[in-house]
């Protein structure tokens, strides 16, 4: 569960980001910025590499054409690499698949990344900072979509598939919902839900996931919860950050505990053998 400092023998979470958007650092993270990072992140992130990404930027002009500009940037992460951190020059992106809970893992690995991100280059402010988490609940018995999920997730989010709702010629054969609530002043939670096929996290991305389970039917919930500047640009500084992370945390959370049922957590996610 997102926020459990026990986490479930069983966990549905495939994976944790947080996004951590600011104004453009000039020069970038390279050279002595880089090998700061590495010195400060080497306890926790101990493989630094390079991550390529090719950007397109459109001249103004009708006959003006498209450029592609190709970035390196640094890349650390654990040396199985199931938690890696990017970092560019406006953002920086921490994920992990090896989740274990937020106020014993997750948050003092942020806590040491913001650290170490405000004394090598303290960026100029704060813009957006998104924490997602996402969910594939696999449940024994469940193979063919759209499924039935009736027991296992709370049946608000399983309204539009009620048989009760559904006249008889007709047949579901897409089924994805999307919510969105204002959580608190300039922050919001948006999650989207319903059953998918195969993965919504790869399992050969270049974060990996420890012992993927086979591809099949999963019940999606992909939470995200973000914070971004509508007026002022608050400074870069790793306490305000944190607590900030904090409070877009508490209502994924949240979220997570109402949309699931008690049978979910007793029969999947409690159990200890790995069901797949």
Not at 5 to 27: D, H, K, Q, W
Not at 119 to 126: L, N
Not at 161 to 185: C, N
Request: proline content about 8%; hydrophobic content about 40%.
């Amino acid at each position: 569960m997102p926020g459990d400092t026990s986490p479930f023998p069983n966990p549905p979470l495939a994976l944790t980001v947080l996004e951590i958007r600011y104004p453009e650092v000039v020069g970038g993270f390279g050279g002595e910025a880089r090998i700061a990072l590495k010195d400060a992140l080497s306890e926790f992130l101990p493989l630094m590499e390079s991550q390529a990404e090719e950007q397109f930027e459109v001249a103004i002009g009708a006959s003006a054409p498209a450029s592609v500009q190709r970035r390196v940037f640094p890349r650390f992460s654990t040396r199985d690499r199931t938690t890696g951190l990017l970092v560019k020059q406006d953002a920086m992106v921490l994920e992990t698949t090896a989740y274990e809970g937020w106020t014993e893992h997750f948050r003092p690995l942020v806590g040491e990344v913001v650290g170490a991100l405000e004394q090598v280059s303290r960026p100029d402010g704060v813009l957006r900072i998104g924490l997602r988490y996402i969910d594939e609940i696999r449940i024994p018995g469940i193979e063919w979509a759209p499924g039935d999920w009736r027991g296992y997730i709370d049946e608000h989010l399983l309204a539009g598939a009620a048989p009760d709702f559904i006249p008889a010629h007709m047949r579901l054969s897409v089924w994805q919902g999307v919510a969105q609530y204002q959580t608190q002043a300039g922050s919001t939670l948006a999650v989207r839900y319903g059953p998918q096929e195969g993965y919504a996290v790869d399992p050969q991305s270049a974060t990996r996931r420890h012992r993927p389970p086979r591809p099949g039917l999963f019940f999606l919930l992909d939470s995200d919860s973000y914070w971004q500047s509508d007026e002022e640009v608050p400074e870069f500084e790793a306490d305000w950050l944190l607590n900030r992370c904090d409070q877009l945390h508490a209502p994924v959370r949240e979220f997570f505990k109402i949309a699931v049922t008690n049978k979910l957590r007793d029969e999947v996610f409690n159990q200890s053998v790995k069901v797949e």
